[in-house]
C-alpha cells in the first residue's frame, strides 16, 4: 500500500459461540457462529488521521522479511498501547470432510493448550501481568491472533506472543481436553436461532463449495481428530510465509520496527501452496428450511450472495445494507410495516469473504406472521433496482416527498469510518487480512468512491444480488409445545 493512497479495508470475522468460561473477549458477548465480529469500514490512516491528533504526519512502515512474512506498522505518536494482528492462511475452507472443524481447534488449542518454551499457563500468566490482552478468531479464509499491550512492555510481551503462536506441541491428552469445550460450544450455538440459521445458511448458499464447510465442525469430525492430524496442519499453515502481521503503535517509541524485524525474522517455515479456490456456482432456485427451537418467537433468515473482498460493487453493497437496515428509517423496516408485517427486530449485515460475499437479514417476528414476513421481504427485495433512493430520481415538486436515503446512508457509512479509526486493534486486524488476501490488489479510495455513487449504481448492484430469484430462507420456529404454552 503506497503512502498516497486512500485504500478501503474490510474486515469480517467469524467465531464460535463460547461457554461464559471460555470467552476471550471480556467485554463482548460471542453469539454467532459464521457471523461476523467485526465489519469496520476502515481507511489509510495517511489520509484520515487529522493533523491535530497526530504530529508529526503520521506514516506507514512496509517490508517483507527474508522469510516471506508480510508487514505493515502504522504509526500513532504517543499511543500508550501497541496493537499487533497475526493473520494466518488458514480457515474452514482449507479443511476437508474428514477434518471439518480443525482449523478453529488448532485456534483454541495454540490460545489454550500444548507447551512450548514453557508452560502455557506460565505463558498467560506473564502476559496478564504485563496487561496484555490476547485473542484469536478463525473465519472461512483466515485465522487471526491478537496481542494488545502497553507499549514499554510490547518487547517481552511480544516474545511471549511469538512463543505461544509458533512454538506449541499439541499432545493427545489435552486435545482430548479442548475438544470437549469445542462440543460444548457446538451445543450452545446449536441452541442459539441465529447461529444455527447462519450456520444453516452458508451449507445451502454454497452447496458444494468450501465456504459450505461447518466453521466449528461437526461432532463427529471433532471427536476423530488426533494429534498428529492438528500438528501436521499446525506446521505446513503456520509457516510466516503464509501470514501478514499488521501493527499500530507509536513507531518512535522503544525501536518499535527493530523489535519486529528481530523477532519475527528468526521465525523459520516453508511457502506455503494454498491453491485458490473456483467461485460458487449459481444457485439454481431459492432454498427454503425449517428448524425448530425453544424459543418464543420465530426468526426469520434470508441470505443472498454478495460481492466479495475485492469487487468494487461491494461499495454499492455498504450503502444498501445502511439503507435497508440502519439509521433512523430503514427502508426494510418501512417497507415491512407498510405491509402490515409488525417486526419485533430487524438486523441487516453484509460480510465479504475472499471468493464470494454473504447479505443476511435477520427478522424476529411472531410466528403466524414468518410466511407474510418472507413474502413482503422478498417481493421488496426483487423490486428494489426499481427504488428513488434520493430526491435527485424524480422531477419537480415530488422531490419535496422523497427521503434521501442515498445522501444519509452515505453520512452513516462516514461516521463509522471514522470511528473505526479510533480503534487501533480493528485497524491492525484489517490492515494484516488485506495483506493477505488482496496482495498487491489497490482498490479505489473508500470516501471518494462512496461520493461518488448515485442511485442508478445501487439500483444496478440490487438487480444483480437481490433481484433474482436465487436465495437460502431460513425459519427458526418456536417447537410446537413452547409456542402453545405462550
Not at 171 to 179: H, V
Request: hydrophobic share 40%.
Amino acid at each position: 500500500m503506497k503512502k498516497n493512497e486512500k485504500t478501503f479495508f474490510r474486515v469480517d470475522w467469524e467465531m464460535g459461540f463460547m461457554p461464559a468460561s471460555r470467552k476471550k473477549f471480556p467485554f463482548i458477548n460471542l453469539g454467532f457462529l459464521a457471523l461476523a465480529f467485526l465489519s469496520s469500514l476502515i481507511l489509510d490512516p495517511v489520509d484520515l488521521f487529522p493533523s491535530s491528533t497526530l504530529s508529526p504526519e503520521p506514516k506507514e512502515v512496509s517490508f517483507t522479511l527474508d522469510n516471506q512474512l508480510r508487514v505493515l506498522l502504522i504509526d500513532r505518536p504517543n499511543s500508550p498501547l501497541v496493537h499487533l494482528v497475526l493473520a494466518i492462511g488458514f480457515g474452514s475452507r482449507d479443511e476437508t470432510p474428514e477434518t471439518y472443524g480443525l482449523a478453529h481447534c488448532l485456534e483454541h488449542l495454540v490460545l489454550f493448550r500444548g507447551t512450548r518454551s514453557k508452560e502455557i499457563e506460565v505463558i498467560n500468566r506473564s502476559l496478564r501481568q504485563k496487561g496484555a490482552w490476547v485473542n484469536g478468531h478463525t473465519s472461512r479464509d483466515l485465522t487471526l491472533f491478537e496481542l494488545s499491550l502497553p507499549a514499554q512492555a510490547f518487547a517481552a510481551g511480544l516474545k511471549d506472543f511469538i512463543d505461544l503462536v509458533f512454538n506449541a506441541q499439541i499432545e493427545e491428552a489435552e486435545l482430548e481436553q479442548e475438544k470437549e469445550i469445542i462440543l460444548e460450544e457446538m451445543s450452545l450455538q446449536a441452541s442459539e436461532p441465529l447461529s444455527l440459521a447462519a450456520s444453516v445458511a452458508y451449507e445451502n448458499l454454497f452447496p458444494g463449495h468450501p465456504y459450505a464447510h461447518p466453521l466449528i465442525g461437526t461432532k463427529e469430525t471433532i471427536s476423530q481428530l488426533t494429534a498428529a492430524t492438528i500438528m501436521e496442519a499446525y506446521h505446513h499453515y503456520y509457516s510466516p510465509a503464509n501470514c501478514a502481521l499488521s501493527v499500530v503503535g507509536d513507531l518512535n517509541q522503544g525501536q518499535l520496527e527493530k523489535i519486529i524485524r528481530d523477532y519475527f525474522g528468526q521465525l523459520k517455515g516453508e511457502i506455503v501452496n494454498r491453491p485458490p479456490i473456483a467461485p460458487p456456482a449459481p444457485l439454481a432456485k431459492t432454498i427454503r428450511l425449517t428448524e425448530e427451537l425453544d424459543e418464543s418467537q420465530s426468526h426469520l433468515l434470508i441470505a443472498f450472495r454478495a460481492p466479495n473482498f475485492s469487487q468494487l460493487e461491494q461499495y454499492s453493497f455498504d450503502l444498501l445494507t445502511a439503507i435497508l437496515g440502519q439509521g433512523l428509517n430503514p427502508l426494510l423496516a418501512l417497507a415491512l410495516n407498510s405491509r402490515r408485517v409488525p417486526l419485533a427486530n430487524l438486523a441487516i449485515s453484509y460480510y465479504s469473504h475472499q471468493y464470494s460475499g454473504v447479505f443476511f437479514i435477520h427478522l424476529i417476528v411472531e410466528p403466524k406472521y414468518v410466511s407474510n414476513a418472507e413474502n413482503e421481504a422478498l417481493r421488496f427485495l426483487r423490486q428494489l433496482h426499481r427504488e428513488n433512493f434520493s430526491p435527485d430520481d424524480v422531477l419537480g415538486e415530488s422531490r419535496d416527498y422523497i427521503y434521501d436515503f442515498l445522501q444519509s446512508a452515505k453520512n452513516l457509512v462516514k461516521l463509522n469510518a471514522a470511528r473505526s479509526l479510533e480503534d487501533g486493534l480493528s485497524l491492525a486486524a484489517a490492515v494484516s487480512s488485506y495483506l493477505l488476501l488482496l496482495g498487491e490488489t489497490q482498490l479505489p479510495s473508500y470516501l471518494e468512491t462512496i461520493d461518488r455513487l448515485q442511485s442508478s449504481d445501487l439500483r444496478q448492484t440490487a438487480s444483480r444480488y437481490l433481484g433474482r430469484p436465487e436465495a437460502v430462507v431460513v425459519v427458526i420456529n418456536p417447537k410446537k409445545k413452547a409456542a402453545k404454552e405462550k
